[in-house]
């Protein structure tokens, strides 16, 4: 094992694995802020190798006088390196290099939230093993300090819910579709002409990569190892604009939701479309903003929100990680946070809830053939236990805001629903998140 | 110099001045939070000792096994304690308290803005000399870990400008103003009657205690200690219900703002009521919360919000402190962050800009007497370098928006307004905070 203390050191020695996005607004925000950086940490931050295969971009940190390899594990074993900042993204070669970087006694930095989410117990475990640390702020919420207010700030409180929206690309496309009346294809378009989405953005509207920044908040927040397998995930692509136009008339946006919630001593992990109130703070987080709210015992609720992408907002995390590794090294000690905020032993694993005894209050939009399929509708769901806190019908519409009742019921109320003369098919359900705000 | 080390110890033991709201609350969250707090910092923190003169709480205390004394000085000496948490409040025998605890070589928490914004740099000097710490992340902002933000969270950026709400009291009021149409005095009154504030509320409502934050804030941000002198501070007290009315009709709210804006390598710290685009997410930091935006060039524009007082998430923030320092003992360094953000002598404190040069938009309320009143002042206005951006005039009330120009300009055409002919006595003018969210 080696590790490294910069008692007699005058820098922090970096390498970097990747030089796309995340790599050169790392390269570009060092550079820019090289002086205050420094006087912040204590040292200055040396990114010293960078391994990439991206032969143009590789010139720009060359010119700096930056060692550029083109194989990765080389740098993650070279010796004259403190520090490996995982930025080529994947969760197979990035898992291998995060793995070697750590077992030749490298720190690690990165921003990949599916890696984290899909190895994370693993490599946490092997950098505890060796000493090291793995930062991981820029994972989620890029710009948002939100792994140094749960593992730090928020570290007197047992957090009972957590309610964030975490992915950029999905956001835009909900605020177009709210804000201008666009579809779900044209926002998308939009967005991918924009350079928001990706050509493939089934990750960000499917509700996946949400869900992986919910299985590392929600470990945080909660105790447990990330468990991304126990995230019920439902996306954005099936909604349509109406529905906007409706919930705007209840007095509520649409939104995608990562939630964490503790109820009567279970956990609830979840990522859908969910309609929020538009007096909450959440509900003006637009465009590709993101927002995180925290309800803790101590500290009620309280909320961070800042960009969830970009190249110098990533780089903003990443080089917060590795001012937090220069302190340290520099105090002579080593880091003292523990990768998911609990240390060792002493978090116990909530017990997750089962899908149908959640419950949630919801949003059901119906269209109706008969006169009387309103009255059947609203007849039908109270049979079921699901008895509606709010109806309005206009022409063949039902719009209904149902009373807070479990999955379960919900599931039986609208399979009959579906299946009842004089509803349309098509049945949408939306649930609706109550926020309370103070 | 005593220093201590967890390595072979099974807990932090935290010696309370003050058993007021902070020091009540504080022992109720490590109380009633006690086994996540252990998990989370590795050791348990003990209470075990306080010194106060109130008996009756002190009771409380007692009961559960803590040592009451009635002598602060007999407490902070005390050979048994690894940290001292001040919650007496005050600058005198607080700022005692303070240095002879460090003087005995223990860490201190503090939640006393006033106490470090007036005697932080001797305060902060002292401990570093001892290799002592000094925790206030619950000085401002009290459940927001904006502490940790700014000194750790952001420490990749140039901080380019920081708006805070960050007195809940003045909040309320002008919420309430807003919101009720209720005149200044019904508001404080209700504030009063509330508990929300005090009997003497200069502080809040002057604008007092917002400086002191803000000193704080600043001095995080921008390096240099904190300047409590160099902050132009105004209150609430002046302010009138129909403006507020009037702001609503242009799309603004009204707030007491703590603002740090760095501007042509000058910097600007004011404290002031102005007027805030009711888009941004500032003007929806409504009641007793608090919210702190600050924009970064990597990170862009991050906000934070919660609760502004309150006993329990005071202690939130009392107890992050302490859980740090747990950590950081546990980990056999020391606590690597320095005070204000900055390694010494690395900060270069920056020059403050003149009043005179500072350049604002400007919202102004005049009562006119003559027909030919508003077109005058307007044009008063603009031979003094201060053109509307937006005039209406409505019976006997012209109100103005102005485009951006200097405090200079702006003092001399409110003095030549203040003696016009036709122009009513009683001027009111605010600033217009421009935010940009994004």
Not at 2 to 12: F, G, Y
Not at 22 to 38: D, F, K, Q
Not at 69 to 91: K, N, S
Request: proline share 3%.
């Amino acid at each position: 094992m080696q590790t490294s203390s910069l008692h007699h050191r005058p820098a922090l020695r970096a390498g970097l694995l990747g030089f796309g996005t995340v790599g050169a607004g790392t390269h570009g925000v060092l550079a820019s802020n090289r002086a205050t950086i420094r006087a912040r940490a204590g040292c200055a931050i040396d990114l010293t190798m960078v391994a990439t295969r991206t032969a143009s971009r590789a010139r720009a940190a060359a010119d700096d006088g930056i060692e550029v390899l083109d194989d990765p594990m080389q740098l993650v074993r070279h010796p004259g390196l403190d520090v490996v900042i995982e930025a080529m993204g994947g969760t197979t070669d990035a898992r291998d290099c995060v793995l070697e970087a750590i077992a030749h006694g490298k720190h690690v930095v990165t921003a990949n939230k599916a890696l984290l989410a899909t190895h994370g117990e693993e490599i946490f475990a092997a950098a505890d093993a060796q000493g090291v640390t793995v930062g991981f702020e820029a994972a989620v919420a890029v710009s948002i300090p939100i792994v140094k207010a749960l593992r730090e700030g928020l570290v007197a409180n047992e957090i009972e819910w957590l309610v964030g929206i975490v992915n950029g690309t999905s956001n835009y496309v909900l605020t177009q579709m709210g804000a201008a009346g666009r579809s779900y294809a044209d926002a998308l378009a939009e967005a991918q002409a924009l350079g928001y989405a990706e050509a493939d953005p089934s990750l960000d509207v499917g509700g996946g990569d949400a869900a992986h920044k919910l299985a590392l908040l929600a470990a945080m927040a909660f105790g447990g190892p990330p468990r991304l397998g126990e995230v019920h995930v439902e996306g954005i692509d099936a909604l349509q604009a109406v529905d906007f136009l409706h919930a705007a008339r209840l007095g509520y946006a649409v939104k995608l939701l990562a939630v964490a919630r503790r109820c009567g001593g279970e956990l609830q992990l979840r990522v859908h479309p969910a309609l929020v109130p538009r007096a909450s703070l959440l509900a003006q987080v637009d465009g590709r903003m993101n927002g995180i709210m925290v309800k803790g015992n101590a500290a009620g609720v309280t909320m961070y929100y800042g960009a969830g992408a970009g190249a110098r907002e990533t780089a903003s995390a990443v080089v917060a990680d590795l001012v937090d590794l220069a302190r340290a090294l520099r105090g002579g000690g080593r880091m003292c946070v523990p990768a998911l905020g609990f240390h060792e032993g002493a978090a116990a694993s909530p017990v997750m809830a089962a899908r149908g005894g959640v419950r949630s209050r919801n949003y059901l939009r119906l269209g109706l053939d008969g006169p009387d399929a309103g009255a059947r509708a609203l007849d039908a769901l109270a049979r079921h236990g699901v008895p509606a806190a709010k109806g309005v019908q206009s022409h063949n519409t039902l719009v209904v805001l149902t009373q807070e009742v479990p999955e379960s019921s919900m599931a039986l109320a609208m399979r009959e629903l579906g299946a009842m003369a004089g509803v349309q098919p098509g049945l949408t359900r939306l649930r609706v998140e109550a926020l309370d705000q103070g």
